[in-house]
């Protein structure tokens, strides 16, 4: 089964660097989207991508961080300047084009921790 | 504004036994979607169901049965016969009806079977 791809699983980087967090969507699939989840907490939406650019944003998506699909298979995560509150698991999920809002598929998840 | 609501943080239960778990959603949309999604102690979040405003019929799959009261504005899901596999955090979220929108997630209920 197609399934949504995410690498680093883990990713460990020190305060006020800028770290990339890469996904496969699932091919077929038109819709991205990252969403997060500190520990032990609710997942929140960030970013949506459609057509090459941001359908929609959360207020937890600041100048801070960007999205990026630099080829036909990658979408990105880029975080600037990351700060200790960034810490958490970041997930990439796709859908299919529909008239509807249809199922969104999640990768496993990076574990970002930040130093 | 958009709410989901899981009220219950926590629940144990014996091998065997059925349980339901909550939700009660916030919405002013007319139409729109919820979802449960299952997250196993690793960690990935995976997609159980999706269920229509408009669709009010309850809806069983093996051991899993959900129950849709718009009355109510809940959306309940029902494990039958619980097995030890079926411990993991269990969301419930919301969606407007247009394509590539948000998931909005409740916070979780953690779901423990015990031998």
């Known amino acids: 089964e197609p399934e949504v791809t995410q690498t680093p699983s883990h990713q460990v980087t020190q305060m006020g660097q800028e770290v990339i967090l890469r996904c496969v969507p699932i091919?077929?699939?038109?819709?991205f989207y990252w969403y997060r989840q500190i520990l032990g907490q609710k997942v929140e939406f960030l970013v949506s991508f459609y057509n090459n650019e941001i359908s929609e944003k959360s207020e937890i998506f600041d100048d801070q961080f960007s999205v990026e699909r630099p080829d036909g298979s990658n979408f990105t995560l880029k975080i600037r300047s990351t700060k200790l509150e960034d810490s958490a698991m970041y997930f990439c999920?796709?859908?299919?084009?529909?008239?509807?809002?249809?199922?969104?598929?999640f990768g496993d998840g990076t574990r970002l921790s930040i130093l | 504004a958009q709410k989901v609501t899981q009220a219950q943080t926590e629940i144990s239960v014996v091998e065997k036994e059925d349980v339901t778990l909550d939700c009660v959603y916030e919405?002013?949309?007319?139409?729109?979607?919820l979802f449960w999604y299952k997250q196993p102690p690793s960690g990935e979040l995976v997609f159980l169901i999706r269920?229509?405003?408009?669709?009010?019929q309850n809806e069983i799959s093996g051991r899993y049965s959900w129950n849709f009261q718009k009355s109510t504005s809940s959306f309940n899901f029902t494990i039958t016969a619980s097995q030890v596999v079926d411990s993991a955090v269990y969301f419930c979220a919301l969606s407007p009806p247009e394509a590539g929108t948000a998931l909005i997630f409740g916070k979780g209920t953690t779901l423990s079977v015990s031998s």
């Open positions: 999920a796709s859908s299919e084009q529909g008239i509807s809002n249809q199922p969104q598929h």
């Open positions: 091919s077929n699939h038109l819709y």
């Open positions: 919405t002013r949309d007319t139409t729109y979607y």
């Open positions: 269920r229509n405003s408009f669709d009010e």
